[in-house]
């Protein structure tokens, strides 16, 4: 068992341990941050992608997370992407499908994104953070991997996980 943080602020909780059998909904960061040794949090990273799965943590992503990874891979380092060729983050995101469980973004889904959206008061980009927690709450997950616990915060029923408070693989 792994201990992380414990400080949380607003409606969301810093989570506190994870075991064998909980699910865990990574942010685009964590993955961005597992691809790219440059960033401080690239061993942190790989541990959630490589140790905490084989401790029988089941990781989970959406539609959304593969579709941001990608556009920052591929995106021009100029403009705050990695540079990545397509092929190369493609097969960067086929290994991290090879690890996690998809979520669907079905009509409940969406159903609960506006509920969440107004409750909230998100608008512009927040609604992108909404999607991804309406998309964890209607599967039935809490708990969220993530550097930017700033962007949560606001949403009930939310589990954080920073990223930063997990030991860093030595791979």
């Known amino acids: 068992m792994s201990k992380w943080g414990t400080s949380g602020r607003g409606h969301a909780r810093t ?13 685009t960061n964590v993955l961005l941050s597992a691809v790219d040794a440059r960033r401080a949090l ?49 097969r960067n995101a086929e290994a991290i499908v090879e690890r996690s469980t998809i979520l669907e973004e079905t009509r409940r889904v969406t159903e609960r994104l506006l509920r969440i959206a107004q409750t909230a008061k998100c608008t512009g980009k927040q609604l992108h953070d909404a999607n991804l927690v309406a998309t964890m709450q209607e599967h039935g997950l809490t708990r969220l991997v993530t550097d930017n616990l700033s962007d949560f915060r606001r949403f009930g029923g ?8 997990l030991p860093a693989s030595g791979i």
Do not use: K
């Not at 989570?15 to 942010?27: I, P, Q, V, Y």
């Not at 942190?44 to 990608?70: D, K, M, T, Y």
């Open 15 to 27: 989570s506190m341990a994870m075991t064998a059998g909980d699910r865990l909904f990574c942010d």
């Open 42 to 90: 690239h061993g942190h990273a790989l541990q959630v992608l490589n140790v905490l799965p084989n401790q029988g943590v089941e990781l989970c992503v959406s539609g959304q997370i593969i579709r941001e990874f990608l556009a920052v891979c591929t995106r021009p380092v100029d403009v705050n992407g990695l540079g990545l060729s397509i092929r190369l983050a493609v």
């Open 158 to 165: 939310v589990e954080l996980v920073d990223l930063a408070h």
